[in-house]
């Protein structure tokens, strides 16, 4: 018996050491090296890599996906340019037909699927993908918080460098710390700046007459928003939100993605080709209606241009256009009685005005979004493999209430005959997802 006990001791630690030499080689195992190669992840290291780094871009890809292989060749270029930053960028990408785990866990419904991971937290990423402009846009989240401006030169380098992709704030005459903590809450939203230094000519070419003075730029939209205070936090972080959309926002996927976190009602506008003069004209009017109604959005959307988008608030080629509605952003909307449609060319500011007037009254009607065509427009934006998803996990609520309502009744005795009598038992939704049922 002595001799058992020292060598159970013993082998319990031989056992730790070897378990503390496989963690430890296991651990060398899950290093990453930023090299300026695609990093290829799966569920055995996928948490890691993510931890691993502060900025990382995931490609979440299906192996048969057209896009997915032209997509490829693209990050393969960008990877080695974000690697070689002084606060590096990792491109990684993982196989989410094969790896379903990670797919559900990130919500992943169609592909490519791009998530940017900031410190391990997700965000959906709807930049670029073209490996110049994928680079311009992702050194935006590396960019220090607010950039130090010193000179009209300065200004000129930071509007250029940061591209078309994200509103500009710039802070002409304010200390740094009067926008520091919005910069910090919205940096994945915007780009911010202070500038000590500069010219009468900055303040011309800017828009602005007297110091401090916030200037907010949509280089998009080649539009300028001037805020001159109060410069306390609750007006500073109103004016930034209402200017992360232009004026009047054209609507289309990528647009609909951006209202989805803006809580303000819509005075979305239908026409029949926005591209056209007349339509060009009655958007200005709109712009300008905009930055009179701050509380609320303004957007436009011709058919001829989303004409599926365009067909659920009832707007087609044979309706009269242009018309008004407030849309909520999801299934309801509004028209103002004897206001809906602006059909005069040559009164449209003043319809815009009477069409505004009536809503803020409550002279309105509510309607819904014509069903099939909004089923088709979701679809397009969320994916079909979610909508299979909805089907099979309605149709599990509905088999549990049935087994329920099963359970809850008492038994009955009777004859032989009865209890051999056939009855139809509910059998468990299986859900399959095929490649032929995938879409890119």
Same mark, same amino acid.
């Given at each position: 018996m002595r001799l058992i006990f020292p060598l159970l001791v013993w082998i319990s630690f031989l056992i730790l050491a070897i378990s503390l030499s496989s963690t430890s080689s296991a651990q060398e195992e899950t290093k990453f090296k930023v090299d300026g190669k695609v990093l290829e992840l799966d569920e055995s290291n996928f948490e890691s890599a993510i931890s691993s780094f502060d900025l990382i871009l995931v490609d979440f890809y299906a192996p048969w996906c057209g896009h997915c292989k032209r997509l490829a060749p693209q990050l393969?270029?960008?990877a080695p340019v974000l690697a070689g930053l002084k606060e590096p960028v990792v491109i990684a990408k993982v196989n989410a037909d094969k790896y379903k785990r990670l797919a559900n866990k990130y919500e992943i419904d169609a592909f490519p699927s791009l998530k940017i991971f900031m410190h391990g937290v997700p965000t959906e990423y709807y930049g670029p993908r073209k490996p110049e402009l994928l680079i311009r846009y992702l050194k935006k989240f590396v960019a220090p918080n607010v950039a130090m401006l010193g000179s009209d030169a300065a200004v000129s380098d930071f509007v250029e460098e940061a591209g078309t992709f994200f509103p500009i704030f710039i802070g002409f005459g304010l200390d740094e710390s009067v926008i520091s903590n919005l910069a910090i809450k919205y940096k994945k939203k915007a780009w911010f700046a202070v500038a000590k230094d500069f010219s009468e000519d900055a303040m011309l070419l800017?828009?602005?007459?007297?110091?401090?003075?916030?200037?907010? %730029?949509?280089?998009?939209?080649?539009?300028? /928003?001037?805020?001159?205070?109060? @410069?306390?936090?609750? #007006?500073?972080?109103? #004016?930034?939100? +209402?200017?992360?959309?232009?004026?009047?926002?054209?609507?289309n996927h990528d647009t609909l993605k951006l209202l989805k976190d803006d809580k303000r009602k819509i005075v979305l506008t239908l026409v029949e080709d926005e591209g056209d003069e007349k339509s060009q004209k009655l958007i200005k009017l709109l712009k300008a209606a905009a930055s009179a109604n701050r509380d609320l959005v303004f957007a436009y959307v011709g058919v001829k241009q989303f004409e599926e988008f365009a067909d659920t608030f009832g707007a087609n080629k044979k309706a009269k256009l242009p018309k008004m509605v407030i849309w909520d952003g999801d299934v309801e909307y509004l028209t103002v009685i004897d206001s809906e449609n602006?059909?005069?060319?040559?009164?449209?500011?003043? +319809? %815009? /005005?009477?069409?505004?007037?009536?809503?803020?009254?409550?002279?309105?009607? +509510?309607? +819904?979004?014509?069903?099939? /065509? @909004?089923?088709?427009?979701?679809?397009?934006?969320?994916?079909?493999?979610?909508?299979?998803? %909805?089907?099979?996990?309605?149709?599990?609520?509905?088999?549990?209430? /049935?087994?329920?309502?099963?359970?809850?009744?008492?038994?009955?005795?009777?004859?032989?005959d009865q209890s051999e009598q056939a009855t139809d038992v509910p059998r468990p939704l299986e859900e399959e997802y095929r490649e032929g049922d995938k879409e890119d």
């Amino acid at each position: 018996m002595r001799l058992i006990f020292p060598l159970l001791v013993w082998i319990s630690f031989l056992i730790l050491a070897i378990s503390l030499s496989s963690t430890s080689s296991a651990q060398e195992e899950t290093k990453f090296k930023v090299d300026g190669k695609v990093l290829e992840l799966d569920e055995s290291n996928f948490e890691s890599a993510i931890s691993s780094f502060d900025l990382i871009l995931v490609d979440f890809y299906a192996p048969w996906c057209g896009h997915c292989k032209r997509l490829a060749p693209q990050l393969d270029e960008a990877a080695p340019v974000l690697a070689g930053l002084k606060e590096p960028v990792v491109i990684a990408k993982v196989n989410a037909d094969k790896y379903k785990r990670l797919a559900n866990k990130y919500e992943i419904d169609a592909f490519p699927s791009l998530k940017i991971f900031m410190h391990g937290v997700p965000t959906e990423y709807y930049g670029p993908r073209k490996p110049e402009l994928l680079i311009r846009y992702l050194k935006k989240f590396v960019a220090p918080n607010v950039a130090m401006l010193g000179s009209d030169a300065a200004v000129s380098d930071f509007v250029e460098e940061a591209g078309t992709f994200f509103p500009i704030f710039i802070g002409f005459g304010l200390d740094e710390s009067v926008i520091s903590n919005l910069a910090i809450k919205y940096k994945k939203k915007a780009w911010f700046a202070v500038a000590k230094d500069f010219s009468e000519d900055a303040m011309l070419l800017y828009d602005f007459d007297k110091v401090p003075a916030l200037v907010g %730029i949509q280089p998009t939209y080649n539009e300028r /928003s001037i805020f001159y205070g109060p @410069f306390e936090e609750g #007006f500073l972080e109103d #004016f930034i939100k +209402q200017n992360f959309l232009p004026l009047s926002v054209p609507i289309n996927h990528d647009t609909l993605k951006l209202l989805k976190d803006d809580k303000r009602k819509i005075v979305l506008t239908l026409v029949e080709d926005e591209g056209d003069e007349k339509s060009q004209k009655l958007i200005k009017l709109l712009k300008a209606a905009a930055s009179a109604n701050r509380d609320l959005v303004f957007a436009y959307v011709g058919v001829k241009q989303f004409e599926e988008f365009a067909d659920t608030f009832g707007a087609n080629k044979k309706a009269k256009l242009p018309k008004m509605v407030i849309w909520d952003g999801d299934v309801e909307y509004l028209t103002v009685i004897d206001s809906e449609n602006i059909v005069d060319e040559e009164d449209h500011g003043s +319809q %815009i /005005s009477r069409f505004l007037e009536g809503y803020r009254e409550g002279k309105t009607e +509510q309607k +819904q979004i014509a069903g099939p /065509s @909004f089923m088709g427009y979701i679809n397009s934006l969320i994916g079909i493999r979610t909508v299979y998803i %909805i089907v099979f996990l309605v149709g599990m609520m509905m088999l549990i209430r /049935s087994l329920a309502k099963d359970e809850d009744e008492p038994l009955r005795v009777g004859t032989r005959d009865q209890s051999e009598q056939a009855t139809d038992v509910p059998r468990p939704l299986e859900e399959e997802y095929r490649e032929g049922d995938k879409e890119d």
